[in-house]
């Protein structure tokens, strides 16, 4: 691709729009801004612009489309698979300024909000005013835009769906630089093709998020957690059906093994509640009546019981709900300190064959002889799968992740899985992506993502390209 | 658009495919098919052909790409805006006998179904084996493929959103013939963009959809209806942000007025439980625990009668709660019966503007010297509003139509609302979406639509076009 590069007429612009402060370039670039949480995908941009308005956006894709200068929005760069690392170069415009939260409209149950904002300042501002944003993915330090990006799903997808649910309209940017609102502050829409169901999950590909109208439902008054100890994984994931079919519908419904306790436990300095046995389910359940929820979760521990657990240990304080959810939220980090270096696989599948793909992962692990860790959203058959370096050389590791990925890809493909569940495609899975959905399959988002961005100036490299 | 015609070779082909008898031309195409519920538009396909599978569609399809013949999907032509009509002439695709339910998945709470199966069937369906779709648009003979092509919401959408929400994977015939899968058994995706969401709502214009994943949920074990008497209806509906605002949210919550409720009597021949009050809402509650839907429709029972309501009549059997409501499913059919033709206006607004609107359209009646009928979701702010023309002549309904369509979208548009909520834009709308979402809008639908259909074969003359 024949993008311009960045010159100092380009530096001098951006610095009258946004403050000469707000523009950073060469060693002025924090490391952080040249990769992001995982992908291994190393690439400083060439200029950085810390953005704090819709109009600065629009002013700055306007000066890029006309100079050619490929752009990557950025949010907190909490992604796993490069989709917010700048592979062109160019200009990166980092969004985390742009952080107000603009509207709380309690009779039309929506937050509006900047793309800026966290994901976790979201969460506390409506739960202070007895309101519930129900998607809730592990890193609650990403960007709500980051999220929308994504469509970031997180472990309440089993009963609540992911963040493109609760996403009612968006204030966008295109790469022309014309501002655009699809959607809005309606529960129902079918006015044309659905842009704003475009936009979600898109990477930064298609137009810059800028402002989001978010859907809120009321708080649940009631939450309890099980966590059921289990002789082995597969008999853990093989209730899972059992309970889905009983319809008795959990908020979340977690995995995890000993192994990743033991090093969570390690990394947080602080004990879990159990890690007596190999495996364990995690389950939640909400509501507003106690009753309602007793009768869910004894089901649910009966199913759980007759099928091979050890045990269930009920919390229904707070504080032993936080304690055992804050450890399932430091997985991720706890991994990737037990290593030197890791990628990840995050592939869905229909639930009921996740023991399947399981079973599959083990051999894997024996068979390239490379240390694999696993834990994931049973209960909506979306996996997160660490293959670690440890030791290897960089040459060996490179070989064997390849060939364990592509085992596991396949494998997810047989199942009618798909390559991503919630941390999309970026730069570090557009193979796997490729060989899901076929030639003719990337080639329809090619051309998508063309009536968009004509000049394929807006995060390139990404997704399909 | 430069068109063929369909010729003997053609219809020899389309015999030789589907069968002799699927196929139909000039007076043996009944004329059914030459428009659909209401739009007032009329034009007959040039041939009428029967499909069974999807192998069929893709053949037509490729046959129809090579011929520059253009090809229009049809349910069962229930749709109000002309999406379903052929108005380039062509090809008229009756998906009507892809009609089989393929698979029950209760491990995995879907329904693979074809697109021809009608909702009331699926709905039956699902509740025999104790499991819940919850879109419940008023129109029970309407296609899934039908609800999905214009994301049909109906009336449980204040609690359980639309058909979007419960679609979870499509298979579809692309314009070129090609058969593709978006999405399958699966709870997260974000693998590409989403071009499930995209063929959501696209009336026909981007794929054909053969087949569907939907996704059910337990069925409540209990349910219950309130039916709320108020004097007039500005008060009645002044009450649902206050609804919203309290954090009980009803499944439904809708409006009706006297003389909507005397022309659906006059129509059913039975009488409604109450018409003695101006203005009425109905709201039903559901759950799995007795004690939890009390407690909603208490409180929400003494804020409406905190706000004017003049009485609460609580409907808890099956039999009263399917009086009311299939009185309820009566109300277009009715409003159609008692007049020579009429047009609707199908908006949506934030839920807190909804009595402004509805304030509006009472001056419209008096300033046009017209009759306006009204109904509605008021807690999804998704209207549907009729205009009469009864005595009038063609010409002066034609005036009239216009002019008061025109204030109705504009002040649609001034609220933050858009031109539809669940019925589409097919040709009927064209000109309010364009008001509505601009050229820039307008002409990203286009590219979008070329991106999938580059001949523009699919569907011609509908939505953005």
Redesign the interface.
């Known amino acids: 691709m024949n993008y311009s590069k960045i010159n100092n007429e380009d530096i001098v612009f951006l610095e009258s729009l946004c403050g000469k402060d707000k523009v950073f370039t060469e060693d002025s670039i924090n490391e952080d801004f040249s990769h992001d949480e995982l992908s291994g995908i190393n690439q400083y941009p060439e200029v950085l612009v810390e953005v704090s308005s819709t109009e600065e956006v629009s002013k700055i894709m306007k000066y890029a489309a006309k100079r050619n200068i490929p752009v990557t929005p950025r949010g907190q760069g909490t992604g796993l698979v490069g989709g917010s690392v700048a592979i062109h170069g160019g200009i990166m415009m980092n969004m985390s300024s742009m952080n107000k939260i603009i509207e709380l ?5 929506t937050l509006t909000v900047e793309s800026g904002v966290l994901l976790m300042k979201i969460s506390k501002f409506v739960e202070e005013h ?2 519930f944003y129900p998607p809730d993915p592990g890193e609650k330090s990403a960007t709500i835009g980051g999220n929308i990006n ?4 997180g472990m309440r ?2 009963k609540y ?2 963040t ?2 609760y996403v009612r309209g968006l204030e966008v940017v ?1 790469a022309d630089g ?1 501002v ?1 609102e699809f ?13 704003k ?2 936009i ?3 990477e930064g590909t ?1 137009a810059i998020v800028t402002k989001a109208v978010l859907r809120l ?3 649940p008054q009631k939450t309890i957690s099980l966590l059921i100890p289990y002789p082995d994984l597969a008999q853990a994931i093989e209730t899972v ?2 309970i ?2 009983s ?3 959990p908020t979340a419904i977690e995995f995890m093994e000993r192994e990743v306790i033991l090093v969570a436990e390690d990394f947080l300095g602080k004990a879990f509640p159990d890690s007596s046995a190999a495996a364990y389910l995690l389950l939640t359940f909400d ?3 106690k ?2 929820i007793e ?2 979760y004894e089901k649910v521990a009966h199913i759980c019981l007759d099928n091979g657990a050890l045990d269930v240990f009920i919390s229904n304080t707070r504080e032993r709900n936080e304690a055992i959810w804050s450890a399932r939220g430091a997985f991720l980090e706890a991994i990737k300190s037990s290593t030197s270096e890791m990628d990840e696989c ?1 592939v ?5 064959f996740v023991a399947d793909f399981i079973k599959d992962i083990k051999t894997l692990q024996d068979e390239f002889g490379v240390r694999i860790m696993n834990f994931g ?1 049973a ?4 996996l997160h799968i660490y293959v670690l370096k440890d030791e290897l050389t960089e040459e060996i590791w490179k070989q064997k992740l390849n060939a364990v990925f592509d085992k596991m890809y396949a494998k997810a493909d047989k199942l ?10 970026g730069c570090a899975k557009k193979t796997f ?1 490729q060989r ?2 076929g030639d ?2 990337i080639a ?2 090619k ?6 961005d004509p000049a394929n100036i807006l995060n390139p490299g990404k ?2 390209q």
Do not use: W
């Open positions: 409209d309690e009779e039309n149950l007895d309101l994504t469509n970031a799903g997808a089993v769906g992911v493109r649910d295109l014309e655009m959607g809005g502050k309606i529960v129902k829409n079918s006015s044309g093709y659905s842009l169901d475009m979600v999950g898109s298609l439902l009321p708080l059906p059992l889905i079919k319809k008795s519908i509501g507003n009546s009753e309602e009768q869910a995050d869905v599948v229909p639930r009921k959203h209960g909506d058959g979306n009618g899985g798909l390559v991503s569940g919630e941390h999309g495609i992506l899901s959905i003719s399959g329809l988002l051309r998508i993502k063309l009536s968009f997704v399909c």
